[in-house]
């Protein structure tokens, strides 16, 4: 991949753009990296039996193999491309904004309202939902956080985020940590981060806080992961097909998925 951090697209911005206007509060990008991703979560309340890894492929049985399972959460890192931004504007079209809160919330979904965070919003709905929701530390930053939002609906959830200086210090902490010269927070970088995670009903679910919600991708069995043939024919390979049918579609994308600790 050319370009280690995330952001926003590049690609041609239409009217109903759902970036975060310049005017908001912006975080350095995070960079793709399964060691600064573990360390925000760690430091935020995770329980060091969870990391995050690299998947090199799903495609090679052997490389998939090296993955530690079950896996909780499969974080899909991409450039936006026009081809992806169309269809995210035909399928958003036809959907609502979220409007769900409390305690019986199958989901929990964060919009997005501060720059340059798509990879911490990424990390927040994989770390926040399904099984790894009970490695949550009881009383820790995370612990606290997600009892507050549990009533909140979605702006008023968002705005938790925006202020809380917890969030902050771990994600400046963490940003810090990166292989490569993190770029400042008002830079305009390109890729984006888009979590599937799976619910207690055995749903896939896509979460993006550039989305009007939560997305339903469909039913998985009691045995399948987010790694699972199942979910990735639901998920990832749906994307990965849209583009290369698009013909000279932008293929750089990364999955980073959320499993047990190694060692």
């Not at 979590?195 to 991708?217: A, M, Q, Y």
Request: aromatic content about 6%.
């Amino acid at each position: 991949m050319a370009d280690p951090t995330e952001g926003s697209s590049s690609a041609e911005r239409k009217d109903d753009n759902p970036d975060v206007s310049k005017e908001k509060k912006a975080f350095v990008p995070l960079e793709n990296n399964p060691g600064v991703m573990s360390s925000l979560v760690h430091n935020l309340g995770i329980s060091s039996e969870l990391a995050f890894h690299d998947v090199f492929s799903i495609d090679d049985p052997d490389l998939l193999a090296f993955v530690p399972r079950p896996a909780y959460a499969l974080l899909l890192v991409f450039p936006v491309s026009e081809t992806y931004e169309k269809f995210r504007r035909v399928e958003d079209a036809e959907r609502q904004e979220y409007g769900s809160a409390g305690p019986d919330e199958e989901i929990m979904w964060f919009k997005q309202t501060i720059r340059n965070a798509c990879g911490l919003i990424g990390l927040l709905h994989g770390v926040s939902n399904g099984e790894a929701r009970g490695f949550v530390a009881a009383k820790s930053p995370l612990d606290e956080l997600l009892h507050s939002a549990i009533p909140l609906l979605p702006l008023d959830r968002a705005e938790l985020l925006y202020r809380s200086p917890a969030l902050e210090s771990a994600h400046q902490a963490a940003a810090a940590k990166g292989d490569t010269v993190a770029p400042d927070a008002t830079a305009d970088v390109d890729l984006h981060y888009v979590c599937f995670v799976k619910s207690k009903t055995n749903h896939l679910w896509e979460l993006d806080g550039r989305r009007k919600g939560p997305i339903d991708r469909g039913v998985l069995s009691e045995e399948d992961d987010v790694l699972s043939q199942r979910a990735l024919e639901l998920g990832v390979r749906q994307f990965l097909r849209r583009e290369e049918e698009a013909g000279g579609g932008d293929l750089r994308f990364s999955l980073v998925v959320l499993a047990p600790s190694l060692g």
